[in-house]
């Protein structure tokens, strides 16, 4: 019940714990979390095993009214399969004293199954998977896409959540229709890339000849 001793001037209930942030650029940063969670190199650079994957991001219609075992089958036909050995091999023993605060046991983030109201039985089914987190399309959050502040969390949708996605965030033609007054960020830069620009025709004709002496 009691271990060693107690810490100096320790932390307070009534501590301020959280940052406020605006409501929109909480938007934005899921927003820019569901693109990453798109791109493969930042899902393979953020750990995840997804060489068997067919496509990123992946999309499953087959995921409503199975049971566990029927979503562990599904989710290792279509490549998932090392993510969760991966997932299983990295449970350990916590680090220091945080061990006695009934969190004895770490382990690695797998897939982030994102569904939709018609797959909402999907909850109970992969609740006891280790390494998988549920959530419903209408409330993803950015501790969910981005673990620890790295991005490229692998997502597996289901198709009526893939569907909501631009009735949640909208488009770049049109705004959403479940958040009042938001927009997807518009790109400063429609090309990047900083050499062609500066080599273009319409640059270059513009420019000064260049000085000899």
Known sequence: MCR?????????????????????QRRHAVASALAASACA?????????????????????????????????????????????KVRRSKQTRQGTGKYRNSRYVMRKGPLIIYGDASANLRQAGRNLPGIDLCHVSRLNILQLAPGGHLGRFCVFTEDAFRALNNQYGTNKAECTERTGYHLNRHVMNCADLARIINSDQVQAKLREQRTS
């Open 4 to 24: 060693k001793a107690r810490m100096f001037a320790p932390l307070k209930i009534w501590r301020k714990w959280h940052a406020k942030a605006n409501v929109t």
């Open 41 to 85: 190199p930042l899902v393979m650079a953020r750990g995840h095993r997804v060489d068997g994957v067919p496509e990123l991001p992946l999309v499953l219609d087959q995921l409503n009214g199975q049971n566990t075992k029927g979503l562990l089958a599904t989710l290792n036909r279509f490549g998932c399969g090392d993510d969760l050995a």
